[in-house]
């Protein structure tokens, strides 16, 4: 993984650490013997990059966040420094329950935060690639800068919107972490960090199987795919946030023409279709095990296959189509709700009567289509 790391330095600092403007970088001394005679950095080759994942856990003083405990580790996951921090301000609150500070922690600790600096100067070689998550707010602790870094919560985050660490832990790498009442473990949440790091730069570039918490069209972005949203506008302020293209549509007919126009130029596609919602609020809920009913639905069932089939035929080879139809009905439960408060067994079947829909996806091979109708036709 060391090889890759040179590929997602997902973000630098600006200043170089030949010149810095006060504050430290890890391996300062071994970047000083690196600089040529104009003090600019002979960059290492890319595959040299080792990672190391820090963590930081702080506690509020009269001036400000400071630290008070500090762990790395490296890319075999070994902790490789750890150490509890003294303060230069008297603390007012240790914030235990996040940080697992307590005051008689730290009573006798006489490390100050310019020794851990020295620290990891001698353990972090300047061209090392720093790895963390929410890295900015554990390089201002430390009052230090580094030129290579990979921040988790940025190579996770969701049109912008950062993912908590203890999430992606649960839903990417199936472990939980923050579990204990007495606060945060640094050395365990500097493992996950790495460990998400690491997934990302192995598998995040060429795995497209869904995962739980991450959205489908941040993956299909990782991947270099684009996205399009057809849905109400609602939806599209909801869930187009920088990953996919969104297209407000009102019906399913202006719907079905925005996905073909949009089909040119898109790898995955979300479609909501809604007429069969729209005939549901206007003629109630339809009693489904009535067979005799369904007739009712003879029209929208035939716009439904008509725009499928349109869909499918304009489908590019290798696309993702995907589409919803939500016949839920969410009003029906608040009248439920209403009228029997104490009927949970009832409300209960309606709930599950709401989630019912039907959901249609494809992924056009023309290969294998063209295949399948010749042996069709022998």
């Known amino acids: 993984s060391s090889d890759s790391a040179s590929s997602a330095t997902a973000t630098a600092t600006s200043e170089s650490s030949c010149q810095r403007r006060g504050k430290p970088t890890p391996g300062d001394a071994a970047a000083a013997a690196s600089c040529d005679d104009d003090g600019e950095e002979e960059t290492a080759p890319a595959d040299h990059r080792p990672m ?12 400000e966040y400071a630290l008070t405990r500090i762990s790395v580790v490296d ?17 007012v609150d240790y914030v235990t329950t996040f940080s697992g500070i307590t005051e008689s922690m730290l009573r ?3 490390t100050t935060v310019e020794d851990v600096q020295q620290k990891l100067a001698e353990i972090i070689p300047h061209n090392a690639v720093l790895v963390g998550h929410s890295l900015e707010n554990d390089l201002m602790a430390l009052k230090m800068t580094h030129r290579y870094i990979i921040d988790t919560s940025v190579l996770f985050s969701e049109g912008g919107v950062k993912q908590k660490l203890r999430k992606l832990a649960r839903n990417i790498l199936r472990v939980s972490i923050q579990e204990d009442d007495s606060g945060h473990d640094p050395t365990e949440d500097a493992v996950a960090a790495m460990r998400l790091a690491k997934f990302f730069l192995e598998e995040g570039h060429k795995n497209t199987k869904f995962t739980p918490g991450v959205s489908l069209f941040a993956l299909a972005d990782v991947c270099k795919k684009r996205g399009s949203v057809i849905d109400l506008p609602a939806a599209c302020s909801k869930h187009c946030r920088g990953e996919a293209q969104g297209y407000p549509v ?3 007919d202006e719907a079905t023409k925005k996905a073909i126009k949009a089909l040119p130029t898109t790898d ?12 549901l609020s206007v003629h109630g809920p339809l ?4 067979v005799s009913e369904l007739d009712e639905l003879k ?10 089939f349109s869909l499918y035929s304009a489908l590019p080879e290798h696309t993702l189509l995907m589409v919803l139809f939500d016949h839920g009905d969410i009003r029906e439960l608040s009248k439920h709700k209403q009228a029997h408060p104490n009927d949970v067994e009832g409300y209960e079947a309606k709930v599950k009567r709401c989630r019912t829909s039907m959901f249609f996806s494809c992924l056009k091979d023309d290969a294998i289509a063209s295949s399948s109708a010749a042996s069709a036709s022998a």
Do not use: G, H
Request: glycine share 0%.
């Open 52 to 63: 190391f994942a820090i963590d930081c856990e702080m506690c509020k003083t009269e001036a």
């Open 75 to 91: 890319e075999q996951l070994k902790c490789v420094y750890q150490t509890l921090v003294k303060p230069e301000d008297p603390i």
């Open 108 to 110: 006798d600790v006489t």
């Open 250 to 252: 009102f019906d399913d």
């Open 268 to 279: 995955v596609l979300w479609l909501r279709l809604s007429n069969v919602r729209r005939y």
């Open 287 to 290: 009693d489904w095990d009535k």
């Open 299 to 308: 029209d929208e069932v035939s716009s439904i296959d008509n725009n499928l």
